[in-house]
């Protein structure tokens, strides 16, 4: 009986082992590709330029560090850690670096060449990885936090950064290239020649599920394979050439087409649903369908590799649901299962409500019919796409307006682009002779319409403004006012008359109806003040900062202290106060 024991204490101590083996290895796993980026909420650290040398204010416009260096890199502006670069040695090609915090000491001591890693593509905006940086060691790199904390040895050539894939690096090791995370666990072995992200996308997760095209060199040429977002190797390198279907918006399937020997095929993650013995393959997202060639012939194939349409034809094009064939030197148009349409039309794109089409024929004059072929809207318009609700925007050659499905003009036909702003209910339309920019709600009414006009799309807000007009909408087109835009501020724009000043919540005027514009007051607590064609400066507790010297582009600059944002000519923001 006590052996029995021992047996059932041993079985369940196995049990217990295995079971915490599996979960150390599902989560070392998992903690390859998932991370936690930090967001920036508040920027309170800006690179300044005078004459051309750089140094750091901060949210009040004190100068932190004197502009003395020829860059300086802020990696995450919210937090007092500053590379500061200068003595540029054109021999090694590396500037002499040294890290200061906001007394201005030298922190991060007991590292070479500690350098922020660049990156384009942050959700936030900063133009750099903002929880690491990069430092060298006798000719090889390695990863530190902010705080100086080693998270890699130096055994890299290479450290960057990878497009659309925050808090993803791509590191070089003996030559070839890998993929490490934040925290420096190897998601890539560094076994490849290229690395390249397939830019995947989708509305919910972003870039989050972005996979790789990876490549290694054999003795013809390059031969790529794939490897999906959590690391796992999908393709082998055997293939000549490799693209994802980004358009279909899958985060479980990896859609690809591939060349192998010449050939184009498809595969669906590691399984081939088309065999590689076509010249071409191309993906039309309004069908979800593909195209594909043989032997200089057309046909078409479905997203799970069935063949729809034959590879018989001259010349194939998608017409919304109707496709556009040549045979034999002969023109016609089919449907999706290969049966000849001969309704005199060339494009038919259903609409939303299952009952109308909108069509065009040989003279590429845009109509929309009912499902019997009655002719709803027929005015020579030269393009129609539908919106909600029965809308439609229609064009007559550069003119834009928008109709009901009686054909009625319920947007007049006189702009030159009118298209939805994404995220909202609103639709934006221009005329661009007078850089006019209108706002249409989901009601096809005009809200707004200025000339020489900006537009802002921000979290909760729309904002149009001018050199003579500031206004402000939520995302379905209420008009706001500032107080409602900017809650937490003391003072808030008003024009009196011809003339703008400054008044608080309740309306009383502050500062006086004087200036010919001016701006809201920003997260820092300055706004800027427009008179006689030159802009200045003022607190929001009304005390002019700095009186009206700068000639400025920017109908809407934006002010910290006495410095104005600027921008250099390959895309980097600083403040100057040079006149």
């Known amino acids: 009986m006590k052996n029995k024991k021992i047996f059932i204490i041993i079985g369940i101590l196995i049990i217990i082992v295995a079971i915490a083996v599996v979960l150390t290895m599902y989560f070392a796993k998992k903690s390859k590709y998932v ?72 922190i991060i001591t007991g590292y070479q060449s500690v350098q922020a890693i660049p990156t384009e593509t942050t959700a936030d905006g900063i133009p750099f990885e903002k929880s690491i940086l990069k430092y060298k060691k006798n000719g090889k790199y390695g990863l530190i936090n902010l705080e100086g904390k080693e998270i890699t040895k130096p055994i890299y050539e290479e450290i960057i950064a990878i497009t659309y894939k925050e808090g993803m690096l791509q590191v070089k090791q003996n030559g070839k290239v890998g993929i490490i995370n934040m925290n420096g666990k190897e998601v890539v072995k560094p076994e490849y020649d290229t690395i390249i992200v397939d830019n995947y996308y989708n509305v919910d997760t972003k870039y989050q599920k972005t996979g790789f095209i990876v490549s290694k060199t054999e003795e013809n040429g390059y031969r790529y394979g794939y490897i999906n977002y959590k690391g796992d190797l999908v393709l082998n390198t055997e293939y000549t050439e490799i693209e994802r279907v980004t358009e279909i918006a899958d985060d479980d399937n990896i859609y690809i087409i591939a060349y192998k020997d010449g050939q184009a095929g498809i595969l669906k993650n590691n399984k081939k649903i088309l065999n590689f013995e076509y010249e071409d393959i191309t993906y039309n997202a309004n069908n979800d369908m593909f195209v594909v060639q043989r032997n200089g012939k057309y046909g078409v194939v479905d997203r799970e590799g069935n063949i729809k349409i034959d590879t018989k034809y001259t010349n194939l094009t998608f017409g919304g649901i109707y496709i556009n064939v040549e045979e034999n030197g002969e023109n016609k148009v089919i449907d999706l299962s290969g049966n000849q349409v001969n309704d005199g039309y060339i494009y038919r794109m259903p609409t939303k409500d299952g009952n109308h089409s909108i069509v065009y024929g040989e003279d590429e004059i845009y109509k929309i019919i009912d499902n019997s072929g009655n002719v709803i809207v027929d005015k020579n318009y030269t393009y129609i796409e539908e919106l909600d609700n029965n809308y439609y925007i229609v064009a007559s050659y550069k003119n834009n307006g928008i109709i009901d499905l009686t054909g009625k003009s319920v947007v007049d036909l006189k702009y030159n682009s009118i298209f939805k702003l994404d995220n909202t209910e609103l639709l934006q339309a221009n005329i661009s002779d007078t850089n006019t920019i209108s706002l249409i709600d989901k009601n096809m009414n005009v809200i707004v319409s ?64 004087e200036y010919d514009m001016v701006t809201e007051f920003n997260e820092y607590g300055f706004a800027g003040i427009l008179k006689d064609g030159k802009w200045g400066v003022i607190n929001d507790n009304g005390e002019i900062v700095q009186s009206p010297i700068y000639e400025l582009d920017n109908i809407s600059p934006n002010f910290i202290g006495k410095y104005y944002k600027a921008d250099e000519w390959y895309g980097n923001n600083y403040y100057t106060d040079e006149v």
Not at 57 to 84: A, E, L, M, R, T
Not at 498 to 505: E, H, M, P, R, T
Request: proline fraction near 4%; aromatic fraction near 12%.
């Open 35 to 106: 991370y936690e980026i930090e967001q920036v909420s508040h920027v309170e650290y800006n690179t300044i330029n005078i004459e051309g040398r750089y140094g750091v204010i901060d949210g009040k416009g004190n100068i932190v560090i004197d502009p003395n260096y020829d860059v300086i890199q802020i990696p995450n502006p919210s937090k007092p850690v500053f590379i500061c670069m200068s003595n540029y040695n054109t021999e090694t090609k590396e500037y002499e670096t040294k890290v200061l915090n906001d007394k201005k000491e030298q």
């Open 450 to 513: 200025m000339d020489e006009a900006g537009i802002q799309v921000e979290d909760n807000y729309v904002r149009v403004y001018s050199e003579t007009e500031n206004k402000y909408f939520d995302y379905s087109g209420k008009e706001l006012t500032a107080q409602e835009v900017f809650p937490n501020n003391k003072l808030f724009a008003k024009k009196i008359g011809d003339a703008w000043g400054f008044v608080d919540n309740n309306g009383n005027v502050k500062v006086q109806n």
